[in-house]
């Protein structure tokens, strides 16, 4: 019972440095999405500091009962609660400013006190009985609160994906494959019945707290790999004898295969929800009703309004709703549609006509009268919501004006050949405002400043 528990509690974790690194790549960091997912990653890192200590804190030596380990808990969560106290009165009031006062010195000296202060944290921990690692993951915070953080970044980046390839490999040393291919069967087994039961748990919660099924769903297979962690915290239970070995090479491997496969599903994800509904659309379609009608419906008198020459804009998130606002103040008809029903029931008090629902949908766009009107604006991010909706809405008015927004050069060549009329590139663009104005400091002629622009558009294929 007590090591099914304590299975549990490091199975519980998301990858954050999995995760975090897709989302970047991905250049879905700003989006609502890689937001929500990003913030649920970071507040199960800071859950590492109850979890270690809940697993250094019980050992085989002990008669467990559950009384016993329920005040072992409690003694945890207690502790975990004074640091992470602790952390925040420090890293809010004493380590910036004292950081501070030493980067104004020297850059040597500074280097030192870094190195210094990471060892006097760790003896710190010592000192009051709590687990190095967790002394170790506390400096790491604290040094993030600096201004001098960036600085400090960059003295250890070098070594950053050395540290993470000699973890991977000293975890990979300890699975046996030949000794476990007799219970490979039972590992994949485990290892799906564990994406299933945690990706759903994450569905039914967002779905819950009234997400779009797009939404959830995506957040489901940003989440349901387990955390780098759990091979620390297994790791701690095998030398407290709290788990066998077999046990403990059985959970590392199961932890490996998830985060392997995390990169492909990810990538996969809007194909996969496509096939999803699909496959609930031909074989259950009363299910597919109650997402349509029920999980997915918009309450918008949307077809009260006669719409014609209208402008729709797909994404109300900081591009859509600036562009929302622009069209608003010249008395330019829109619809704005967004997934995202917390931003959906903000606009709607604001007097914006929004619709909430999944912008690659079909019949969303045909809800939004796309037949009927004259621009189309993609402010969504996501490469694949931006290619269905430009297909979607081709079929249904071919004529259509479309302008979107697109971050890499190989998407801006795709969108074109989809029939985008306009490509907006921001960071391209926040470059050129950024020239524009070195120009005019540097008072160039107008016309001069008109020729180079023109070079640099033409050079990045506008």
């Given at each position: 019972?007590?090591?099914?528990?304590?299975?549990?509690?490091?199975?519980s974790?998301?990858?954050?440095?999995?995760?975090?690194?897709?989302i970047?790549?991905?250049?879905?960091?700003?989006?609502?999405?890689?937001?929500i997912?990003?913030?649920i990653?970071?507040?199960?890192?800071i859950?590492?500091?109850?979890?270690?200590?809940?697993?250094?804190?019980?050992t085989?030596?002990?008669?467990?009962?559950?009384?016993?380990?329920?005040?072992?808990?409690f003694?945890?969560?207690?502790?975990?609660g004074?640091?992470?106290?602790?952390?925040?009165?420090?890293?809010?009031?004493?380590?910036?400013?004292?950081?501070?006062?030493?980067?104004?010195?020297?850059?040597?000296l500074?280097?030192?006190?870094?190195?210094?202060?990471?060892f006097?944290i760790?003896?710190?921990?010592?000192?009051?009985?709590?687990?190095?690692?967790?002394?170790?993951?506390?400096?790491?915070?604290?040094?993030?609160?600096?201004?001098?953080?960036?600085?400090?970044?960059?003295q250890?980046?070098?070594?950053?994906?050395?540290?993470a390839?000699?973890?991977?490999?000293?975890?990979?040393?300890?699975?046996?494959?030949?000794?476990?291919?007799t219970?490979l069967?039972?590992?994949?087994?485990?290892?799906?019945?564990?994406?299933?039961?945690?990706?759903?748990?994450?569905?039914?919660?967002f779905?819950?707290?009234?997400?779009?099924?797009?939404?959830?769903?995506?957040?489901?297979?940003y989440?349901?790999?387990?955390?780098?962690d759990?091979?620390i915290?297994?790791s701690?239970?095998?030398?407290?004898?709290?788990?066998?070995?077999?046990?403990?090479?059985?959970?590392?491997?199961?932890?490996?295969?998830?985060l392997?496969i995390?990169?492909?599903?990810?990538?996969?994800?809007?194909?996969?929800?496509?096939?999803?509904?699909?496959?609930?659309?031909?074989?259950?379609p009363?299910?597919?009703?109650y997402?349509?009608?029920?999980?997915?419906?918009?309450?918008?008198?949307i077809?009260?309004?006669?719409?014609?020459?209208?402008?729709?804009?797909?994404?109300y998130?900081?591009?859509?709703?600036?562009?929302?606002r622009?069209?608003?103040m010249?008395?330019?008809?829109?619809?704005a549609?967004?997934?995202?029903?917390?931003?959906?029931?903000?606009?709607?008090?604001?007097?914006?006509?929004?619709?909430?629902?999944?912008?690659?949908?079909?019949?969303?766009?045909?809800?939004?009268?796309?037949?009927?009107?004259?621009?189309?604006?993609?402010?969504?991010?996501?490469?694949?919501?931006?290619?269905a909706?430009?297909?979607?809405?081709?079929?249904?008015n071919?004529?259509?004006?479309?302008?979107?927004?697109?971050?890499?050069?190989?998407d801006?060549?795709?969108?074109?050949?989809?029939?985008?009329?306009?490509?907006?590139?921001?960071?391209?663009?926040?470059?050129?405002?950024?020239?524009?104005?070195?120009?005019?400091?540097?008072?160039l002629?107008?016309?001069?400043i008109?020729?180079?622009?023109?070079?640099?558009?033409?050079?990045?294929?506008?």
């Amino acid at each position: 019972m007590l090591t099914s528990f304590l299975i549990g509690i490091a199975l519980s974790s998301s990858s954050t440095t999995l995760v975090a690194k897709i989302i970047q790549d991905r250049g879905e960091e700003s989006s609502f999405l890689g937001e929500i997912a990003m913030g649920i990653l970071l507040f199960q890192d800071i859950a590492f500091i109850p979890f270690m200590i809940i697993f250094t804190s019980i050992t085989d030596g002990k008669e467990i009962t559950f009384l016993k380990l329920f005040v072992e808990i409690f003694i945890s969560l207690v502790k975990s609660g004074i640091i992470i106290t602790g952390l925040f009165y420090l890293g809010q009031k004493i380590i910036p400013y004292l950081f501070n006062r030493i980067a104004k010195g020297s850059r040597e000296l500074f280097n030192l006190f870094i190195i210094l202060f990471i060892f006097f944290i760790t003896y710190l921990s010592l000192l009051l009985n709590i687990p190095t690692l967790i002394g170790i993951f506390i400096a790491g915070i604290l040094l993030a609160q600096t201004l001098e953080h960036h600085h400090i970044f960059t003295q250890i980046r070098p070594m950053r994906d050395l540290l993470a390839v000699i973890f991977f490999v000293y975890i990979g040393t300890n699975i046996r494959i030949f000794s476990e291919i007799t219970i490979l069967p039972k590992i994949f087994l485990f290892t799906f019945l564990v994406i299933f039961v945690k990706a759903l748990i994450i569905l039914l919660i967002f779905l819950f707290l009234k997400f779009h099924t797009r939404a959830s769903f995506n957040l489901a297979l940003y989440l349901f790999q387990i955390d780098e962690d759990a091979f620390i915290l297994m790791s701690t239970a095998l030398l407290n004898n709290l788990v066998s070995n077999e046990d403990y090479l059985f959970i590392i491997t199961s932890v490996l295969i998830t985060l392997i496969i995390t990169p492909i599903l990810i990538r996969k994800k809007d194909r996969l929800y496509k096939n999803i509904r699909g496959l609930i659309k031909r074989y259950l379609p009363f299910l597919e009703n109650y997402i349509s009608y029920k999980l997915d419906s918009d309450k918008s008198p949307i077809d009260e309004i006669d719409l014609k020459n209208h402008v729709v804009i797909c994404g109300y998130g900081r591009i859509g709703s600036y562009i929302g606002r622009s069209l608003m103040m010249a008395n330019i008809p829109y619809i704005a549609i967004d997934y995202n029903l917390y931003i959906v029931e903000k606009a709607k008090k604001q007097g914006i006509n929004i619709i909430y629902g999944d912008p690659s949908d079909i019949d969303i766009l045909d809800y939004a009268q796309v037949d009927e009107a004259r621009v189309l604006i993609l402010a969504v991010p996501e490469r694949n919501i931006q290619e269905a909706i430009i297909l979607n809405a081709k079929k249904l008015n071919k004529d259509i004006f479309i302008i979107s927004r697109a971050h890499k050069q190989q998407d801006q060549i795709r969108m074109k050949d989809l029939g985008v009329n306009i490509i907006i590139q921001p960071e391209f663009e926040a470059a050129l405002s950024i020239i524009k104005k070195i120009y005019l400091l540097h008072r160039l002629d107008k016309e001069e400043i008109v020729n180079k622009i023109k070079r640099l558009k033409i050079e990045h294929g506008i």
